[in-house]
């Protein structure tokens, strides 16, 4: 079956650095989403990405989905303490009605 | 908008027991409901697609007659947790899909109910 993973599975950042999450798809996808979830809470929807290609912002978070739809990224500029928590990827893949999410990437940022 | 409630929020039973967890979406429709499992420090576990009106759709490995789900109307599913046992304690969450969204494809997550089973 269709298999999402996610790189860095922990990502300990200067508060002030960037920093970049990766995930990859074993089959193509129709579309990838991103979400956001702050310890002791839930997933929170941050953004889709559909075509092929597609860089979509968010103040300082950059997404990207790659030309072959197989992979994407988020990366984040000038992290800040409010950015900690666990970036999830969720990827669907053509002719499936489900969402397959990644691993996560944990976030914590040192002051 | 796009509130999805679950209840409750914390749950302790007994081994053997039953429990019932309900997912709410407050001010959309959501045709489309799904159980996600989630463990510490891990990534959300598909249990199942609930779809109103109809059986829902059970991951593999998932038994359908211990977790049980009812999408009886267009804004509340249920989980039902049959004769639990103490390795069912885990954080269960649902979401919804708002299908009248132009791109209708987010899901809106519950805050969760944490399940622990003695």
């Known amino acids: 079956g269709q298999q999402v993973m996610q790189i860095p599975q922990y990502q300990h950042v200067q508060e002030g650095e960037d920093f970049t999450t990766y995930c990859n798809s074993s089959?193509?996808?129709?579309?990838i989403q991103w979400y956001k979830q702050r310890p002791g809470g839930h997933p929170v929807f941050l953004i889709q990405l559909v075509k092929s290609g597609e860089v979509k912002k968010q103040k300082r978070l950059t997404f990207q989905f790659g030309e072959a739809k197989k992979n994407s990224s988020l990366h984040i500029t000038a992290t800040q303490t409010t950015d900690v928590g666990t970036y999830f990827c969720?990827?669907?893949?053509?002719?499936?009605?489900?969402?397959?999410f990644g691993a996560g990437t944990t976030v914590t940022v040192r002051a | 908008g796009a509130v999805v409630s679950q209840h409750p929020s914390r749950v302790i039973c007994k081994s053997g027991t039953s429990v019932k967890i309900e997912c709410r979406s407050l001010?959309?429709?959501?045709?489309?409901m799904f159980w996600y499992r989630q463990f510490p420090k891990k990534s959300l576990m598909l249990m199942a697609t609930s779809n109103e009106g109809s059986k829902a759709t059970y991951e593999q490995g998932v038994e359908k007659d211990k977790f049980l789900i009812n999408h009886a109307s267009l804004t509340l599913s249920t989980l039902t947790v049959t004769s639990a046992h103490p390795e069912d304690s885990s954080f269960y969450i649902c979401?919804?899909?708002?299908?009248?969204?132009?791109?209708?494809?987010?899901?809106?997550f519950g805050p969760g109910t944490r399940l622990t089973v003695t």
């Open positions: 969720a990827g669907r893949a053509t002719n499936d009605y489900k969402l397959s």
């Open positions: 979401s919804a899909r708002w299908s009248q969204r132009e791109s209708g494809e987010e899901q809106y």
């Open positions: 001010d959309f429709q959501a045709t489309t």
């Open positions: 089959t193509t996808l129709s579309n």
